[in-house]
């Protein structure tokens, strides 16, 4: 598939990123995009990859800052961090366009946030609705094989455009069930492939039934609870984004996947979705 590459040169700035840690990340994420435009960061919380007093960024969230407030207070990792405020609220049910008041953006950033969309063509249509063409969405996710998602199959594109035409606004009973009875307890230890132990003897944050009554409890209430509603590899977010692409469902090519990166974990990859038309 034709629609899947890696950039053939580095980027002019790279000699400029760090060896490693936290402002490696950020600056690797950076040296694939035109950071000199104004840029789009989604759902930045206590720790937003590009800088707004370095760079024009416009942050948006879909809790406003009052909450995300109270979540950080509740967040060790947000201890001592200084909290941006976002922008602009993304509202459920009201297009980003219109919360962010027609601007357009030359690039967007999401760090570990699509794999709790419920929708995620639906959400990156809107995201590529605001960004001019030419431009690029820095998409991080974790790695299936390295997290907690470990036991799950990765999702599929029948199951993207699914969603697409469903437009679940909270994830679904289905993706509920799916994380809830096959994830696990995982305090970021490395995985191998071929060693892990059966599913049946994995320490399990939620059993059966507890997975069951959270389901219907969604349903009942369509209450919105945070779970991965899709899991991914480097391999699976190129074959699904390229069959998108083939399919006329989403203008965009995959720069990418990228791992191993500076400051990278071994459970995320990077990728990047240049808008073509």
């Known amino acids: 598939m034709s629609t899947a590459v890696a950039p053939t040169a580095a980027p002019a700035d790279a000699a400029a990123v760090p060896l490693s840690g936290p402002e490696g990340r950020k600056a690797f994420v950076k040296s694939h995009l035109p950071i000199s435009g104004r840029g789009l960061e989604i759902a930045p919380y206590f720790n937003p990859l590009v800088d707004r007093a370095q760079h024009d960024v416009f942050y948006v969230d879909c809790i406003d800052n009052d909450e995300i407030l109270r979540k950080a207070a509740d967040n060790p990792g947000a201890t001592g961090r200084t909290i941006p405020r976002v922008d602009a609220v993304w509202v459920p049910g009201k297009r980003l366009a219109a919360c ?39 998409i991080l996710l974790p790695t299936r094989t390295q997290t907690m998602d470990y036991y799950r199959t990765t999702t599929t594109f029948g199951q993207i455009v699914g969603w697409s035409i469903e437009k679940p606004a909270v994830p679904t009973p289905t993706q509920v069930m799916d994380f809830l009875s096959q994830s696990f307890f995982h305090q970021g230890e490395r995985l191998v492939e071929g060693q892990m132990p059966p599913y049946t003897e994995a320490r399990r944050h939620y059993s059966d039934s507890d997975a069951v009554g959270y389901a219907n409890f969604v349903w009942k209430t369509k209450h919105y609870l945070d779970v991965h509603c899709s899991v991914w590899t480097p391999e699976s977010f190129t074959e699904v984004f390229g069959r998108l692409h083939d399919a006329g469902l989403l203008p965009c090519r995959v720069i990418g996947p990228f791992t191993g990166f500076p400051g990278a974990t071994d459970a995320e990859f990077l990728a990047y979705l240049e808008k073509v038309a």
């Open 100 to 138: 962010v008041k027609g601007r357009k953006f030359s690039y967007a950033v999401a760090s570990h946030v699509l794999e709790h969309v419920p929708n995620p063509l639906g959400w990156l249509e809107e995201i590529l609705e605001c960004v001019e063409v030419g431009g690029r969405v820095a």
